[in-house]
């Protein structure tokens, strides 16, 4: 039979073809007993040392910098475990900044990888692209409609660029207004607009400004406290924004919430206050535009407008990071017009195979609500965390700032030793990363440790283990000053 009377187009075929299914197993399998072997973290290999930091040194001439963190995995893992070019193993505890939420050489990601590799091409386009990418956008819609308005999804790369279209829908929704709301502290990635919204100076420095931003305190229980209660720290919020709005009037086409944030230090809100905020957009019509790209997946719910149950408020949203594939959603009414969203690439069909596999484990796991995986580890950590301070009282100094020394929400966690001073918090992630485990630091002053695990493939029981390595790299912290 040729195959133009079959039934099954010969892509099918190749999908279906028994010999290659089972190669892909093979591939599974053998992955697995490799990675198998990594059980516990251990130090560099000698010999291997002097090519690793070889290689290091043509990575920073490549970048023309050193790099900020001395990490080359060889390219395989077991969970939380991963391996260095150097043969040395970590505690993965950052995972790209959030990227790696299934850990290391997971058997789902290595299939969803293996089955993306028999595809034609490597890249699909808005011209020209295989079903993948509609695939992993049905998936997101389908669990963001459950709790909003949200229907359509623009596949894209990175997290500015779902950034940058969500802009783009806002603005040309309420044409002419040009304006942008934002919160103190916000992060939006690094292209030239969104660096600009991004409320840290050192990411916009040398950078003209042509993006109109008004910022907007975000939820602070300090200063709640120092206004006279949550009520009134709501009331000013409101107050203040409507200030802005009265001062340019129908000039705001949207203000962008990130509901938990993530560079300004895993800080998270109270319900009223945002949705007190959410209503005096919807009053006078601003777009409210959710950016979950860092925390989308990892809080007590799927969606963090789940979480603060927000979701009917949320005209536009971004996701990245862990669906390995971007995207920005859009209800009916902010579906923009024909030309405004496009680009070469929507992405990998990798990002779209894993991405889809991500979705489908988030969506049938036993990952959310309040005695969830994601709390029950949330937990862990805090309880780690407190018997850090109850033993080791003078790490943990009286801050100039009264904030919880330990917090964040689900997989989103991080704590404040040594005052939050910047210098003794970073230095903490490079000395974690020579005892075995990568963390890093995250806030704008006070600096907190940051730690981004990838929880659905860890158990608790890691926690004092990965403790243990983070309590040694204190001390040294603390005895050199
Ligand atoms: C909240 C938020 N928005 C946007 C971005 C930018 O994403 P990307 O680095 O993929 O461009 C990030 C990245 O850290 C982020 O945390």
């Known amino acids: 039979m040729s195959n133009q009377t079959m039934a099954a187009t010969v892509g099918e075929q190749i999908k279906q073809d028994p010999a ?30 002097v090519s690793y930091d070889e290689l290091l040194d043509r990575a920073g001439r490549v970048k023309g910098r050193a790099l900020l963190y001395p990490t080359l995995s060889s390219g395989v893992g077991n969970g939380p475990l991963v391996e260095m070019a150097d043969g040395s193993v970590k505690w993965d505890m950052i995972t790209g900044i959030g990227v790696h939420f299934l850990g290391h050489s997971h058997p789902e990601v290595i299939r969803a990888q293996a089955v993306a590799a028999i595809e034609d091409t490597t890249k699909h386009g808005n011209l020209q692209s295989g079903f993948g990418a509609y695939e992993f956008g049905e998936k997101l819609i389908a669990h963001a409609s459950k709790n909003s308005r949200l229907k359509h999804a623009f596949i894209t790369t ?31 990635g690094r292209s030239v607009t969104m660096c600009q919204i991004g409320d840290s100076h050192a990411g916009r420095e040398g950078i003209p400004l042509s993006t109109q931003v008004d910022y907007m305190p975000f939820w602070n229980d300090v200063a709640v406290e120092k206004v006279g209660g ?12 409507q200030q802005y709005i009265d001062r340019y009037p129908k000039m705001h086409a949207c203000f962008i919430f990130e509901l938990v944030q993530g560079e300004g230090g895993f800080n998270t809100a109270n319900r009223d206050f945002l949705r007190a905020l959410m209503e005096c957009c919807k009053a006078n019509n601003i777009a409210v535009w959710d950016d979950e790209i860092q925390s989308f997946g990892r809080t007590e719910r799927m969606f963090a407008y789940e979480m603060y149950d927000l979701g009917e408020y949320v005209d536009v949203f971004c996701v990245g990071k ?11 009414e902010y579906n923009p017009k024909p030309g405004l969203l496009s680009g070469t690439f929507t992405g ?13 484990i988030l969506g049938s796991g036993d990952y959310y609500g309040p005695d969830g995986l994601f709390a029950r580890h949330h937990k862990a950590f805090r309880e780690q965390v407190r018997s850090l301070m109850e033993r080791h009282p003078d790490w943990f100094p009286e801050a100039s700032f009264t904030g919880e020394l330990v917090g964040g929400v689900g997989g989103m966690m991080r704590f404040t030793p040594f005052g939050g001073e910047k210098a003794k918090v970073a230095k903490l992630s490079r000395v974690a990363y020579d005892e075995g485990v ?30 243990s390595v983070i309590e040694k790299a204190m001390a040294r912290v603390a005895s050199e000053g």
């Open 230 to 241: 949550p009520t009134k720290f709501i009331d000013h919020c409101v107050w203040r924004l």
């Open 158 to 188: 990175s997290g500015a660029m779902a950034n940058e279209s969500a802009l783009k829908v806002c603005y040309q929704k309420h044409y002419p207004a040009s304006r942008v709301l934002a919160f103190k502290h916000c992060f939006m």
């Open 438 to 467: 990568i963390m890093f630091y995250c806030g704008h002053g006070p600096y907190h440790a940051r730690v981004l695990p990838p929880l659905p493939a860890m158990d608790i029981a890691d926690w004092p283990r990965v403790f």
């Open 348 to 360: 990998a069909s990798a990002d779209f195979t894993v991405g889809s596999r991500l979705l489908d």
């Open 20 to 49: 290659i299914a089972s190669a892909i197993e093979t591939i599974v399998e053998r992955v697995r007993a490799h990675s198998e072997q990594i059980t516990d973290i251990r130090p560099p290999n000698a010999d291997l040392k």
């Open 322 to 332: 862990m669906t390995q594939a971007c995207a920005t959603l859009f209800t009916e």
